[in-house]
């Protein structure tokens, strides 16, 4: 069963920085891919970056290229993302998700519930 808990979300100025973290547990990390989506009040939820843990391949939306890294460290089961040069539209609440979907994740979105998310706020 797939386990997912998402950290490190908060109150940021716009141009700041900000980390979130999602430890994963319950499934065997290498074999799945795993990201990031976010919602943002009043839209739909979309894939922001996603990740492959076994080959460390990667897929970023066009409005985070640039600005947002996803990385894994594959010994604690933890996928971050740095988020740089933050913008009020980044705002929203961002969900981790993992699914055997490789670079399609971001674009399907995962077969498993959503968690609770971590509130990403972005002041101008």
């Known amino acids: 069963e797939v386990h997912l808990v998402e950290s490190g979300g908060g109150l940021v100025q716009a141009g700041g920085s900000l980390r979130l973290s999602c430890v994963a547990s319950?499934?065997?990390?290498?074999?799945?891919?795993i990201g990031w989506f976010r919602q943002a009040p009043g839209k739909e939820r979309e894939g922001v970056s996603c990740i492959s843990p076994s080959d460390g391949s990667t897929f970023y939306v066009g409005s985070v290229k640039g600005r947002f890294t996803i990385s894994s460290d594959n010994a604690k089961n933890t996928v971050y993302l740095q988020m740089n040069s933050v913008k009020p539209e980044d705002t929203g609440v961002y969900y981790c998700?993992?699914?055997?979907?490789?670079?399609?994740?971001?674009?399907?979105?995962?077969?498993?519930?959503w968690g609770q998310g971590t509130q990403v706020t972005v002041s101008s």
């Open positions: 998700a993992a699914d055997r979907l490789g670079k399609r994740l971001c674009i399907l979105g995962p077969r498993h519930p």
């Open positions: 319950g499934f065997t990390f290498e074999d799945y891919a």
